[in-house]
C-alpha cells in the first residue's frame, strides 16, 4: 500500500469505529481485524501504519474534537493526527491527500483552511480536553491524581510497552533474555516482577520458538504483580473466580510449580475454552476450567455451581470485570465507550462478585481483588464497603503481603500502604489496584 492508501484505509477505519462508538458496537481491535480481514492485500507493515494513524486519533480524540468542532469528519481527524500529532508535518499532510488512486481526494480549500486555523488556536482547552478523556470522569479522575493528574492522564495516553512473561515451570528469565538477544530482540529485566522481560522494541512474538513451546507470554508486567500477590503456593487450594483469557491464572500454576489446584472459573464459556492451548503450551497440568450458570452471570450471590467449594479456597484471586480505566495505553478507544450507567453496573456487579469470593474463602484464606482501574469507586470503595458488612476479613498491608510475595522491592508508593495502586507514569505499568483480605480465624471454644 502507498502511504496515501494507508490514510484511506484510516480514514474509513475512523469512521467506522466512530460510528461503533455511537451505537456501543465493536470495540477499535476489532474493527481493526475485521477492516483488514476483508483485504488480504494488506502487508503486516501496512497493518502496522495503518492502526498506529487510527490509534493515534482515538489517543487524541477530545483534543481534536474540541479543535475542529462540527468539521470533525474522519478525513479531518486524520488530518489533523498527521498535522498535529506525535510527528506532525504539514508537507505530509498534502501528499497524502493527494486524490491519488485508492488514496484520499485533494483537500478542499475549505478542509485546507480548517487545517491553517487548527496551528493558530489560542484557547487553552479544559483539562478533559488536554487529557482526552470524558468530561464526566474528570471528578473521578481528579480525586484520584490531584495534582498529579496531567502527567498521570498523559502517560496513560502513551503506546504502552511490549511486555513479557517468563514462564518458570519451563524457563528462567537470564535463559530466555539470552535467547532473545540472539534473535536480535534486545529486552532488560521489569523493575518489579520477577517474571518479566521488557522488550526495547515492538516485535511480532507469537512466531518464535519460545513462544511456541510455552517458554514466554505476551502480559503487561502490573497484570504478572498482580497475579504474584496472590501468593500461590505448592499443595494450596487456589480459585481465579474471574480467570477470563488465563493470563493470571497461569501465573497460578507457575508459582506452585503444578502442585495442589487452580480452578479458573468465569461465566463466558468461549474463553475458557480458548485457554486450553495456553495451558498445554506452558506444560501446566494442575487446574481446572469452571464456568457460572448462564443465568448466575448476573446474580452471583445465587449461584449455586460452586458450592461445593464453599470455604474451601485458600487463594481466591478476584479479577473483577470494571471501567478499564488502568489499560488505557492498549485500549484507548474503551475511554470512549465507558459511560456513567456502565460505570454503576461495574460496581454493583463488583460487590456482588466480592460476596461470592468471601464465600469460597476459607478461614485462614486470602481473598485477593484486583482491577484494572485507576478510579476509586471502584477500587477503595468497594473495599470499604465490604470490610463494613464483612467483619470475618481484615486487610493485610500490601507491603508485607509484597515482601512475601514477590521477593523484590516494594513500591515507595505502596509502603505504609494497604493497598497497591500501579500507574503509568510512577511503575511504568498499566494501571492496577490489587487489595489483599485474609479470612479471620474463628475463635476456638475455652
Known amino acids: 500500500m502507498t502511504p496515501a492508501a494507508r490514510a484511506q ?17 465493536q470495540p477499535a481491535d476489532q474493527a481493526i481485524r475485521s477492516f483488514f480481514k476483508a483485504r488480504r492485500y494488506a502487508g ?8 498506529e494513524l487510527v490509534y493515534g486519533v482515538l489517543r487524541r480524540r477530545s483534543e481534536w474534537l474540541w479543535c475542529l468542532g462540527t468539521n470533525a469528519s474522519p478525513r ?39 487545517l491553517q486555523k487548527l496551528q493558530q488556536l489560542p484557547t487553552t482547552p479544559p483539562p478533559w480536553v488536554a487529557g482526552n478523556y470524558p468530561e464526566w470522569l474528570d471528578p473521578h479522575l481528579t480525586a484520584r491524581f490531584g495534582d498529579r493528574l496531567v502527567d498521570e492522564i498523559a502517560a496513560l495516553n502513551q503506546r504502552a510497552p511490549l511486555d513479557l512473561r517468563v514462564n518458570i515451570l519451563k524457563a528462567n528469565r537470564q535463559a530466555v533474555q539470552a535467547v ?35 517458554l514466554i507470554e505476551v502480559q503487561d508486567e502490573g497484570s504478572q ?6 501468593d500461590a503456593r505448592q499443595g494450596m487450594q487456589v480459585v481465579d473466580l474471574c480467570a477470563g483469557a488465563g493470563g493470571k ?78 489499560a488505557w495505553r492498549r485500549n484507548p478507544d474503551a475511554k470512549w465507550r465507558l459511560t456513567p450507567d456502565m460505570l454503576s453496573h461495574h460496581v454493583a456487579r463488583q460487590d456482588r462478585l466480592l460476596a461470592r469470593a468471601a464465600s469460597l ?21 468497594r473495599i470499604g464497603l465490604f470490610l463494613k458488612e464483612n467483619s470475618a476479613f481484615k486487610i493485610l498491608p500490601i507491603q508485607e503481603v509484597w515482601t512475601e510475595a514477590v521477593g523484590t522491592t516494594c513500591p515507595d508508593s505502596a509502603r505504609g500502604q494497604d493497598f497497591l495502586l500501579l500507574t503509568p507514569r510512577q511503575h511504568g505499568t498499566d494501571g492496577f489496584f490489587v487489595a489483599v483480605l485474609e479470612r479471620k480465624l474463628a475463635p476456638t471454644g475455652g
Open 225 to 230: 504483580v498482580a497475579a504474584l500477590l496472590v
Open 361 to 381: 474463602t476459607k478461614p485462614g484464606g486470602r481473598l485477593i481483588y484486583v482491577t484494572c482501574s485507576v478510579l476509586e469507586i471502584e477500587n477503595e470503595d
Open 180 to 214: 532473545l538477544a540472539e534473535a536480535d530482540l534486545a529486552t532488560v529485566n521489569t523493575p518489579w516482577s520477577p517474571l518479566g522481560l521488557r522488550a526495547e522494541a515492538r516485535t511480532r512474538i507469537t512466531g518464535l520458538a519460545l513462544f511456541k513451546n510455552g
Open 9 to 25: 484505509a484510516a480514514i474509513e477505519l475512523v469512521g467506522l469505529i466512530e460510528q461503533s462508538l455511537r451505537v456501543q458496537g
Open 44 to 51: 503486516a507493515r501496512d497493518r502496522a501504519a495503518v492502526t
Open 249 to 326: 491464572t497461569l501465573i497460578l500454576s507457575a508459582t506452585m510449580q503444578n502442585k495442589g489446584q487452580v480452578y479458573a472459573v468465569d461465566a463466558d464459556r468461549r474463553r475458557l475454552r480458548q485457554m486450553a492451548p495456553r495451558i498445554a503450551r506452558a506444560g501446566v497440568r494442575n487446574l481446572q476450567t469452571l464456568s457460572f450458570n448462564a443465568a448466575a452471570s448476573q446474580d452471583v450471590q445465587e449461584d449455586d455451581s460452586l458450592s461445593p467449594m464453599d470455604e474451601c479456597a485458600d487463594r481466591v484471586l478476584l479479577d473483577v470485570p470494571c471501567s478499564g480505566t488502568g
Open 76 to 114: 479531518l481527524l486524520i488530518a489533523t493526527q498527521c498535522l498535529m500529532g506525535a510527528s506532525p508535518d504539514e508537507t505530509k499532510v498534502t501528499d497524502l491527500f493527494d486524490g491519488s488512486l485508492y488514496g484520499p481526494e485533494r483537500l478542499t480549500p475549505g478542509e485546507a483552511d480548517i
